[in-house]
């Protein structure tokens, strides 16, 4: 069989495992055997291939249209009935009974004249505080008379002091506010200096415990640029003990 399927291949040109396959295929389908038809193909015969029987085609089936499909009713929605429950009415507690009068309420009655005394008082506890306190004489140091003792050439320079016009620029009142701290003791109402009316200058009323009689006479003749007053020199004097002797930052 090798040698008719070698000279098969070589007949047809075609590999042997093909060949083989086809033969054999040829072979189940004809009732023949391998060999003949390897041998048929190596002499270039051919085999002829037995018609197959007509297969008998089924007549079709008339066409039958298709019925009109009646549309099916919806199923009616069902309707969930909820009951709800029934809740009983809550009854009213009555109250015992009590024999006798009914209860009254009694409460604390308001009175507003009390509220407003107590506002008055309150009041005036703080006018005290704020306007008389501040003015009450005080044994320790500082503003604590206004009436100064001056000596006999104080009181004379304090007129020459009114007269030549330093109270016009200098004031001789220190207030009870942050810009005068460091002047000196707080001024009291019933001050003997010379308030004055304006303060271009610096206050006067506690120069005597910041300058000495030597710087104070100097500014008076013109040092640091102040205008030189032309004094002679007992009115130098006597303006220079006045102001000396105006201190408030000790006891008098």
């Given at each position: 069989m090798s040698d008719l399927l070698t000279a098969a291949?070589?007949?047809?040109?075609?590999?042997?495992?093909?060949?083989?396959?086809?033969?054999?295929?040829?072979?189940?389908?004809?009732?023949?055997?391998?060999?003949?038809?390897?041998?048929a193909w190596a002499g270039?015969?051919?085999?002829?291939?037995?018609?197959?029987?007509?297969?008998?085609?089924?007549?079709?089936?008339?066409?039958v249209e298709p019925?009109?499909?009646?549309?099916?009713?919806?199923?009616?929605?069902?309707?969930?009935?909820?009951?709800?429950?029934?809740?009983?009415?809550?009854?009213?507690?009555e109250a015992p009974a009590v024999p006798g009068q009914p209860p009254v309420l009694v409460g604390t009655s308001d009175n507003p004249m009390n509220i407003l005394v107590a506002a008055i008082g309150l009041f005036v506890a703080i006018l005290l505080l704020g306007l008389v306190g501040p003015s009450v004489p005080l044994d320790n140091p500082g503003a604590r008379s206004s009436e100064i003792a001056h000596s006999e050439a104080g009181e004379a320079g304090q007129t020459l002091y009114a007269s030549v016009g330093c109270a016009a620029c200098h004031t001789q009142m220190v207030r009870p506010i942050v810009s005068d701290v460091g002047l000196g003791a707080v001024s009291l109402n019933d001050s003997n200096q010379i308030l004055g009316t304006r303060r271009f200058g610096p206050d006067l009323s506690d120069i005597g415990s910041r300058k000495t009689g030597t710087e104070i006479e100097a500014i008076i003749g013109g040092f640091?640029?102040?205008?030189?007053?032309?004094?002679?020199?007992?009115?130098?004097?006597?303006?220079?003990?006045?102001?000396?002797?105006?201190s408030t930052s000790e006891s008098r």
């Open positions: 291949a070589t007949a047809l040109g075609t590999p042997e495992t093909l060949v083989q396959r086809s033969a054999e295929a040829r072979a189940a389908a004809t009732g023949g055997t391998v060999d003949e038809i390897l041998s270039g015969e051919t085999i002829a291939t037995p018609s197959p029987e007509p297969v008998e085609t089924p007549a079709e089936a008339p066409a019925a009109t499909a009646e549309p099916t009713p919806e199923p009616e929605a069902a309707v969930a009935v909820i009951e709800a429950p029934v809740v009983a009415a809550a009854r009213p507690v640091g640029g102040h205008s030189d007053l032309g004094l002679s020199s007992t009115d130098m004097d006597n303006l220079v003990t006045y102001l000396l002797e105006s």
